[in-house]
């Protein structure tokens, strides 16, 4: 079924209140056969949703949004040693990493409570206290918008980067990803070496931690850091951690000794979060947006915001960061 003039705010977790022209929520590989043939014509204005997590919406949409809920999660393989399952893309990712983490099924417990959907996970390879969705992922299925061509796409087709993929480049706005298919171990090897995790673990009073105390202890540290989309909208990180020259990361050190960073393709890879704090702006309150109290990168609505105040706030942090330590900060939310 096709709506016409909907709000979108329920369907992104900042709360933007921008309209669609039409709307529809399919559940069926059918269905979305059928949508996409029914409106070939127009699939140019065409927007995939998943749980739109990872969006800011600056104005209203003029053509179809298609909210990809195709559900399940099914075997694919099975030994003594390992787990094959695949996933439709419109799970929501939380409930996937508990269904696994509940049958000892290990490698995605690092990645709990991340918001949104199974489908936009390997578009921007999702990855959280020391783990990215690539090390796990097998292949996807996913339909080509234009000539309803049904192709799988193996973990070297997708070309996962740091919060990319080809979905995000070069095969931008051209495949509804169906279903994620991903291998996990039933004999697992924890990894707990992102500090956070570790000190959580203490806190939690373990002292050998199975699968299920590492996802608790994750799910307590987003939990402590970041808002709930819920309660308060925002779209996780914002900003990517920028990836600089070797020589400007020594050359901001002189000045900031505690500046966190570590070696990244052949350059060295800082926290935008931190960058943002020391520029004054963590907590900052501006109108209706602000930058969250606990963690200066994920950027907030207090109510009533505009995708182009947010938007606006993100320019000015930018350019902010820029001015005083040189670094060109990137956008991790996509921006319509
Ligand atoms: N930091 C500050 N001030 C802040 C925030 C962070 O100084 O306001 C410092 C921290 O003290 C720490 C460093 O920055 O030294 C890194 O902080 P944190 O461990 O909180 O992680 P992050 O780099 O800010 C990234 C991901 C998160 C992911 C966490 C944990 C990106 C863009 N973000 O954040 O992912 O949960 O690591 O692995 O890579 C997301 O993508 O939406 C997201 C939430």
């Not at 709360?15 to 070939?40: F, P, S, W, Y």
């Not at 990645?111 to 390879?125: E, F, K």
């Not at 051209?174 to 995790?197: C, D, E, F, R």
Request: charged share 20%; hydrophobic share 40%; aromatic share 6%.
């Amino acid at each position: 079924m096709i709506l016409n003039n909907v709000s979108l705010r329920p369907f992104n977790t900042f709360g933007i209140d921008v309209m669609a022209k039409a709307l529809t929520q399919v559940t069926t590989e059918d269905e979305l056969r059928e949508v996409l043939e029914h409106n070939r014509k127009t699939t140019d204005d065409l927007l995939i949703l998943g749980g739109g997590s990872n969006i800011l919406f600056t104005r209203n949409m003029n053509g179809l949004v298609l909210v990809n809920q195709l559900g399940g999660i099914s075997i694919v393989r099975e030994d003594t040693d390992s787990v094959t399952i695949r996933a439709g893309a419109g799970v929501v990712w939380h409930e996937l990493v508990m269904h696994c983490v509940v049958l000892g099924w290990g490698g995605i417990e690092n990645l709990s409570l991340i918001p949104g959907r199974v489908g936009a996970a390997p578009m921007q390879n999702i990855g959280a206290y020391g783990v990215e969705l690539r090390e796990v992922f097998t292949e996807l299925e996913a339909l080509h918008i234009y000539s309803g061509e049904l192709r799988r796409f193996t973990n070297e087709d997708c070309q996962f980067g740091y919060r990319e993929s080809v979905f995000k480049r070069n095969l931008h706005g051209q495949y509804i990803i169906i279903s994620v298919t991903i291998t996990l171990s039933k004999h697992p090897k924890l990894n707990i070496s992102y500090g956070a995790i570790g000190e959580e673990l203490e806190k939690m009073g373990v002292g050998r931690p199975a699968l299920a105390d590492v996802s608790r202890a994750v799910i307590n540290i987003r939990k402590s850091k970041l808002p709930d989309p819920a309660v308060l909208g925002n779209a996780g990180s914002f900003f990517k951690n920028p990836t600089v020259s070797k020589d400007l990361a020594d050359h901001i050190r002189q000045s900031h000794p505690d500046l966190p960073s570590y070696p990244a393709n052949g350059g060295m890879k800082l926290a935008a979060g931190w960058l943002i704090e020391k520029c004054g702006w963590k907590g900052k309150v501006v109108g209706n947006t602000g930058s969250h109290r606990n963690q200066a990168l994920v950027l907030v609505n207090y109510g009533h915001a505009t995708g182009a105040e947010i938007f606006q706030l993100s320019e000015d942090i930018m350019h902010s960061v820029q001015d005083t330590f040189g670094v060109e900060l990137e956008r991790e939310v996509n921006v319509y």
